[in-house]
């Protein structure tokens, strides 16, 4: 049986400081911008950042921007703009999203940090690791801007992590140091390579350990606390200030720990997510799940920014380890073991797959996993379906009653 | 007498309210302690859900010749639940039709309900425990709402569907899973001059291959909803599919409002 819908999220004290932080971030990418300097490097969110830092540039990540379309729930009104162009709506709806308001000069950007346009890229930077739409949406601006465009090509669906793959991908970020030192006006340095890499080790063992915060009974941060708090290992990974925010985080994580403080009161079950946020329905799905005194508790969106294999005396070779690493390249058995994992050491009770109509690299739930992992778990799972950014492939009152039909049936399966 | 009895007492003697608000018609029961329906009333939803479910609740009454004081706890559901401001609790559509269909029979069963605008696929266990459920996609292909599209263009009143696809000697076949290509379908079939109820007999062919698709059907099968109700056929070209039972309780429209009358009962001997 539900109860009522209206259901307030507890805030965490360290979103004040976080806003803060991605302020500066976005405004010192408008003042790079207005002085021509340092330059500016878009990158896919896990991209060479390590590398683009190493060489002085900013670095901007379209990702974010297109989430922030989505959270902001204004990505609808631009995605048709670049369905019109020709980019079709079956396509990764970031991108649509994005170039779509690119196309009619609107930003997010603006109304949250009072920055007027983008932060125009000097060179764009992917990695196919996500996916390949990601190329072809930089590919867009380089277009557009006429500026170089350079990638990484990751293998993908593989089950191990083998040598070549590393030595191929190290290799191919190597390759790009001369266009990279021609854009950006400096001189590769090898050490500064490895002290960015040592902050991004240091800000993924932070986020490591605030994601396991989670595994606490009861847990104190919801997955839909994550996906805002993860901004900075996105788009500050390699930078001090991520390290700074997440021991301010974890302080106040652990803090809720030792005080039994939940971040949904009376958690009564404990849910798993697979698969992309619907950024535009966080809210309203919070206070659904709060509601009915079920706490998402993990997720492999959230914990796809934990890089275990940087390491500062192997730069690339861990750059390319860790990116290749990464749940979203491998095969669907060592996604099966990596998912038992998570859902074994965070006491979860039942699995919610979102299958995102635009983005199947993220989606989990279409080639039989979901029954797998039930039988396998004996656990009860549900699909919805929906999508990262484009609400029209959304059904609000069906995922509704889904989603409570659901905890209906963990209430009855905990009462026999 | 101790508080236990009391208390089985007045659940036995009490009376139960079970309203189903769907996108389509709005459904109530009315039971008495035993789980034996006293009444029940459809009716058209409309645009207002608190006042379908008032009038609905109010024709119920008088069928079940019942005065609003003897009943003791009324529970909503469906896709108005939670417009109704008379009901005690409200659940999903999809734990009453479990419910319900547990009333008239023993686990294992797997549900089959075709509404209005979305069919679900519920499996209970043994002990008559959810296992699992599916719902239709956002498309309603193969809903109530496909049904009501094509009788439209075919230009057939909808009571006609289930007498023309019994009538029909052989069946049209449509490909596509989607209703607006489906209906581009059905004008190439008429303008191949294919008899209309082989078209109709095809078009409940493609309802239930949008059911198949959904989900495997195990152990007995108990279909409900507004479509089986009014088009009974679905179930014997259903068994072209199955070699499993397949059941359709008496009233299989009201199934989802009886499982919420059920839980009523429940949630009155839970609380007293």
Redesign the interface.
């Known amino acids: 049986?539900?109860s009522g819908?209206d259901a307030n999220r507890k805030t965490i004290n360290a979103t004040t400081e976080m806003k803060k932080l991605m302020a500066s971030h976005f405004t010192e990418l408008a003042e790079a911008k207005r002085k021509g300097q340092p330059k500016v490097a878009w990158c896919t969110s896990v991209g060479p950042a390590e590398l683009l830092h190493a060489m002085g540039f900013l670095v901007y990540y379209p990702e974010n921007h297109g989430a922030l379309l989505g959270a902001t729930r204004m990505a609808t009104e631009y995605i048709p703009i670049a369905n019109a162009v020709g980019y079709s709506p079956e396509i990764c709806s970031y991108l649509t999203a994005d170039v779509g308001a690119y196309l009619k000069g609107f930003t997010p950007l603006t109304k949250a940090y009072g920055i007027t346009g983008l932060p125009r890229a000097d060179i764009l930077v992917y990695n196919t690791n996500q996916c390949r739409d990601v190329q072809d949406w930089f590919a867009f601006y380089a277009r557009e801007w006429k500026v170089p465009l350079i990638g990484i090509h990751t293998h993908r669906n593989i089950k191990e992590v083998k040598d070549y793959h590393i030595s191929d991908l190290a290799e191919q970020m190597r390759a790009m140091i001369p266009v990279l030192e021609q854009v950006s006006g400096n001189r590769f340095d090898m050490d500064r390579l490895r002290q960015t890499v040592a902050l991004s080790l240091e800000c993924t063992k932070l986020w490591r350990q605030v994601l396991e915060c989670g595994a606490a009974k009861p847990a104190p941060i919801t997955f839909f606390d994550a996906t805002v708090h993860m901004a900075p290992a996105v788009v500050l990974r390699g930078l001090p200030q991520a390290i700074d925010y997440y021991k301010l985080l974890l302080r106040e994580l652990e803090d809720r720990i030792k005080n039994g403080v939940a971040a949904v009161e009376g958690e009564r079950h404990r849910l798993y997510w697979d698969g992309m946020p619907i950024w535009g329905k966080l809210r309203e799905l919070s206070q659904q799940f709060i509601s009915l005194k079920a706490n998402i508790v993990a997720s492999t969106y959230c914990s796809s920014w934990i890089f275990d294999a940087f390491d500062p005396l192997q730069p690339f070779e861990s750059m390319a380890r860790a990116y290749t690493e990464l749940f979203i390249v491998r095969d669907e058995s060592y996604k099966e073991t990596y998912m038992d994992e998570w859902i074994k050491s965070f006491s979860i009770d039942g699995i919610i797959f979102h299958d995102a109509r635009t983005c199947p690299n993220n989606s989990n739930s279409r080639y039989g996993m979901p029954q797998r992992i039930?039988e396998r778990l004996r656990l009860?799972?549900l699909v919805i379906?929906g999508d990262l950014n484009d609400l029209r492939?959304?059904?609000e009152?069906?995922t509704r009653?889904?989603i409570?039909?659901f905890i209906?049936?963990l209430n009855?399966?905990r009462s026999? | 007498m101790t508080a236990s009895c009391e208390k089985q007492i007045a659940c036995e003697e009490g009376l139960f309210g079970g309203i189903d608000v769907g996108s389509c018609t709005t459904k109530a029961v009315i039971i008495d302690g035993t789980g034996a329906m006293l009444g029940a009333s459809v009716g058209f939803t409309g645009t207002d859900f608190q006042k379908a479910a008032d009038e609905i609740w109010d024709r119920c009454l008088r069928e079940a010749k019942v005065r609003k004081p003897y009943i003791k706890a009324i529970v909503s559901t469906g896709y108005g639940r939670n417009s109704v401001s008379f009901a005690a609790a409200h659940f999903t559509e999809i734990s009453c039709h479990g419910r319900g269909c547990l009333h008239f029979f023993d686990g294992p069963i797997t549900v089959i309900d075709i509404g209005g605008q979305d069919n679900k696929i519920i499996k209970l266990d043994d002990r008559g425990q959810r296992i699992s459920f599916k719902m239709n996609r956002k498309c309603a292909a193969g809903t109530g709402a496909f049904l009501e599209e094509m009788a439209l263009r075919l230009r057939l009143p909808l009571g006609d569907l289930n007498r023309l696809a019994q009538d029909a000697d052989g069946e049209v076949s449509l490909g596509s899973y989607c209703t607006v290509f489906s209906a581009t379908e059905v004008l190439e079939k008429i303008k191949a001059g294919h008899p209309v109820n082989r078209i109709v007999k095809g078009l409940f062919r493609s309802v239930l291959k949008r059911i198949l698709e959904m989900d495997t059907l195990t152990d007995t099968i108990v279909i409900t909803g507004g479509v089986i109700q009014h088009n009974p056929f679905l179930s014997e070209m259903l068994r072209d599919h199955t070699d499993n039972p397949i059941c359709v309780p008496e009233h299989p429209q009201v199934i989802g409002a009886l499982g919420a009358a059920l839980y009523a009962s429940t949630v009155l001997c839970e609380d007293t």
Do not use: G, L
């Open positions: 049986m539900a819908r039930s009860p799972v379906n492939c959304y059904s009152e069906q009653t889904n409570e039909a209906e049936q009855e399966k026999y």
